[in-house]
């Protein structure tokens, strides 16, 4: 299967601040989306992005499909943004593969 | 427009027990997807289908089983449960397999004592 890797683990940022969270995974995909997951279990999605550039509001995405890495920006930070940010990745359509993802705590 | 449903919210079995679990995915959508999602650790595919026919399956035990309806919806089920399968189970659903967007439902959680 496809080996996804997010970093970093863990991130603490003050409220107002801006972050950048990368995903790596091991084989071409066809499909790569980004989730923040919140404290009750809800997978949110953030962005369908299996190449390109996409913004939306305070939150950006980019992949780079040729050298297998996705990056989420966050800017100005709320708390609200709290949570666990997830990148998946298929390359069939019929089986998707999590990373580990990145919790993320913002601090007031 | 509803959302991906899924049901029932919270469920406490006992080891060796059975466990079956419900999802109706968004309308229109005609694949569905469940996951298990251990405590620390990102979803793990446990299933893919379409069209009633499993399109996909992940790196589970046979004791765990799907199936999906004319109406689309579906249901997981666990057979002999074990303490290991206690985790949230996420059911996904798209307009079908291949490269679409997956929609999340808010999950089930299973507790097996």
């Known amino acids: 299967g496809i080996q996804v890797e997010q970093s970093p683990p863990d991130l603490i940022l003050q409220e107002g601040a801006n972050s950048t969270l990368r995903c790596n995974f091991s084989?071409?995909?066809?499909?790569l989306q980004w989730f923040h997951q919140n404290p009750w279990g809800q997978l949110i999605n953030l962005f369908y992005?299996?190449?390109g550039t996409k913004q939306n509001g305070r939150l950006s995405a980019t992949t780079v499909a040729t050298e297998r890495y996705s990056l989420l920006y966050i800017s100005s930070s709320q708390t609200t943004d709290s949570g666990v940010y997830f990148c998946?990745?298929?390359?069939?359509?019929?089986?998707?593969?999590f990373g580990t993802g990145t919790s993320l705590t913002v601090i007031p | 427009d509803a959302g991906v449903t899924q049901s029932p919210t919270h469920l406490i079995k006992t080891r060796g027990q059975h466990v079956t679990l419900r999802c109706s995915p968004i309308?229109?959508?005609?694949?569905v997807s469940w996951y298990q999602q251990v405590l620390g650790q990102g979803p793990q595919f446990i299933f893919q289908?379409?069209?009633?026919?499993?399109?996909g399956r992940g790196n589970f035990p046979d004791r765990f089983s799907a199936r999906q309806f004319p109406n689309y919806s579906s249901e997981l089920n666990v057979n002999a449960l074990l303490l290991g399968d206690s985790a949230l189970y996420l059911c996904?659903?798209?307009?079908?397999?291949?490269?679409?967007?997956?929609?999340f439902g808010p999950g089930t959680r299973l507790t097996v004592t």
């Open positions: 996904a659903s798209s307009l079908s397999g291949g490269s679409y967007e997956q929609y």
């Open positions: 084989d071409s995909v066809n499909n």
């Open positions: 992005i299996p190449s």
């Open positions: 998946a990745v298929s390359n069939t359509g019929n089986q998707f593969y």
């Open positions: 309308s229109g959508h005609k694949s």
């Open positions: 289908y379409y069209e009633k026919e499993e399109r």
